[in-house]
T-cell receptor
Framework: AAGVIQSPRHLIKEKRETATLKCYPIPRHDTVYWYQQGPGQDPQFLISFYEKMQSDKGSIPDRFSAQQFSDYHSELNMSSLELGDSALYFC????????????????FGSGTRLTVV | AQKITQTQPGMFVQEKEAVTLDCTYDTSDQSYGLFWYKQPSSGEMIFLIYQGSYDEQNATEGRYSLNFQKARKSANLVISASQLGDSAMYFCAMTGMQGNMLTFGGGTRLMVKP
C-alpha cells in the first residue's frame, strides 16, 4: 500500500541557509500535517492543510512557511536556519474524519532529519 | 487545550513478560481519540492502537491492548509477551474536536532485556 513519502530523508544545512522539505500524502488523503521533533523530545505540531487551505497552526516559527499544492503534496520552507532547528520533521496525512470518530487513517511519513551546522 | 502526561521516562522489562506503559490525559472535549505510537531508533512513527472516547470496549491489536479508564482519564498501553524488538520509544497521543492535530506525551523509553 502507498505510504506518506517525505524527501529528502536527511539534510544538512548551514546556519542562515534555507531548506525545503517535501511531503507526498497517501492518495485520496486531503489533509496534511507537519510536526517537528527535537532531539529527545516529543513531536510538536507545526501546521496543517485541508484541501490546500491552511487548517490549523501550531508552534511554527515565523521563519517557516508551508503550503499544499493542487496535487495535494506539501512543502515546508524554512529560512534563516538556526542550530535549534535541527530536528526530525514528520509529515502525516489523513482523509477527512468521520463525525465523532478519530481513527481516520492518520499515517506518518518516515521523516526528514535536518541537521543545521 | 489538550495535555498528555507519560510519567515513566524509561522502563525495563524482561523478555516474554507483560509491561504497562502509563498515560494520563486532560481535555475539555466530550469526544476525543487516543493513540499509541512506537518510535524505534530508526525514527519512524509506527501506529499501534487507537481508542475512541465513546468506545465501550478496550481496544486490542495483537499483543497490544489499551486499558482505558475514562473517569480517571487514563489510557495505559499493555504489551503482552515482550519481545526484544519492542525496545523503542512509546508515545501516547490524542486528538479532539478543536482540530485534527495530535498532541503527544513526553514518551516512555522501553528496554526489553533478554
Amino acid at each position: 500500500a502507498a505510504g506518506v513519502i517525505q524527501s529528502p530523508r536527511h539534510l544538512i544545512k548551514e546556519k542562515r541557509e534555507t531548506a525545503t522539505l517535501k511531503c507526498y500524502p497517501i492518495p485520496r488523503h486531503d489533509t496534511v500535517y507537519w510536526y517537528q521533533q527535537g532531539p529527545g523530545q516529543d513531536p510538536q505540531f507545526l501546521i496543517s492543510f485541508y484541501e490546500k487551505m491552511q487548517s490549523d497552526k501550531g508552534s511554527i516559527p515565523d521563519r517557516f512557511s508551508a503550503q499544499q499544492f493542487s496535487d495535494y503534496h506539501s512543502e515546508l520552507n524554512m529560512s534563516s536556519l538556526e542550530l535549534g532547528d535541527s530536528a526530525l520533521y514528520f509529515c502525516a496525512s489523513s482523509p477527512k474524519k468521520g463525525r465523532g470518530r478519530f481513527d481516520y487513517g492518520y499515517t506518518f511519513g518516515s521523516g526528514t532529519r535536518l541537521t543545521v551546522v | 487545550a489538550q495535555k498528555i502526561t507519560q510519567t515513566q521516562p524509561g522502563m525495563f522489562v524482561q523478555e516474554k513478560e507483560a509491561v504497562t506503559l502509563d498515560c494520563t490525559y486532560d481535555t475539555s472535549d466530550q469526544s476525543y481519540g487516543l493513540f499509541w505510537y512506537k518510535q524505534p531508533s530508526s525514527g519512524e512513527m509506527i501506529f499501534l492502537i487507537y481508542q475512541g472516547s465513546y468506545d465501550e470496549q478496550n481496544a486490542t491489536e495483537g499483543r497490544y491492548s489499551l486499558n482505558f479508564q475514562k473517569a480517571r482519564k487514563s489510557a495505559n498501553l499493555v504489551i503482552s509477551a515482550s519481545q526484544l524488538g519492542d525496545s523503542a520509544m512509546y508515545f501516547c497521543a490524542m486528538t479532539g474536536m478543536q482540530g485534527n492535530m495530535l498532541t503527544f506525551g513526553g514518551g516512555t523509553r522501553l528496554m526489553v532485556k533478554p
